[in-house]
């Protein structure tokens, strides 16, 4: 049983440089949502969606574009990488009904911005 | 609007000794809460969940906490900790009926031999 699985785990990019993480998950949860973790700033959502076709912003969207065109998957597009967009990022899923709420991240992708 | 705090960032405590990691949060509206558990490089992993009824909730790995609503907190505890305890600990609330979920900064726990 896979989960959440998110790829690439490290990325190296030069600013100004475009690139998707990708995120699927094999749950058929309807939910699924991008995430960024700094220190001492715990995690911000950036994106998420309810379901295929919707997407909506969350508390730090700028530089990043998301799309949800099937239940399965998931990715972040960033159009042009700036240094401040170094983080760890993580994607998650949540089925209301069957998973009690509980949401299932997968394990991070390592992104620098030089 | 949704808040979470957490407001200790690191916790050392000694090898067997109990410890609390506290959690306050404020939504005008019924909740859900979480912890979770991130050990070093890797992913965020569900301890324990208050979704509904007793308000003393059990986790994995001897974690609970308890629901107060009064005081609008969600402190997890443990009796007795263990070096492979320490690791960083997020509390997360989200509003029923919604998908949206709100993280705390999050509480770094080391355990001390």
């Known amino acids: 049983n896979a989960g959440v699985t998110q790829t690439p785990k490290f990325q190296v990019l030069k600013t100004g440089q475009s690139m998707t993480l990708q995120c699927a998950q094999d749950m058929n949860h309807e939910y699924m949502s991008w995430y960024r973790q700094d220190p001492g700033m715990g995690l911000r959502l950036i994106h998420y969606?309810?379901?295929?076709?919707?997407?909506d912003q969350g508390e730090v969207p700028n530089g990043y574009n998301v799309s949800r065109s099937t239940t399965e998957d998931f990715p972040l597009r960033l159009l042009s990488a700036a240094p401040s967009q170094t983080s760890v990022y993580f994607c998650a899923s949540s089925d209301q009904g069957n998973s009690g709420n509980t949401i299932y991240f997968g394990e991070g992708s390592w992104l620098t911005v030089v | 609007a949704q808040s979470v705090t957490q407001l200790d960032s690191q916790v050392p405590v000694f090898e067997e000794a109990p410890v609390e990691l506290r959690c306050n949060y404020s939504s005008s509206v019924s909740v859900y809460l979480f912890w979770y558990v991130q050990y070093p490089n890797q992913g965020l992993q569900l301890l324990l969940k208050y979704l509904s009824g007793s308000t003393l909730v059990k986790g994995i790995n001897g974690f609970e906490a308890e629901f107060n609503k009064s005081q609008t907190s969600f402190h997890l505890r443990k009796p007795s900790v263990h070096i492979s305890d320490t690791a960083e600990y997020f509390c997360?609330?989200?509003?029923?009926?919604?998908?949206?979920?709100?993280f705390g900064t999050g509480t770094r726990l080391k355990v001390l031999a």
């Open positions: 997360a609330v989200s509003d029923q009926g919604t998908y949206k979920y709100i």
């Open positions: 969606s309810v379901g295929a076709g919707i997407t």
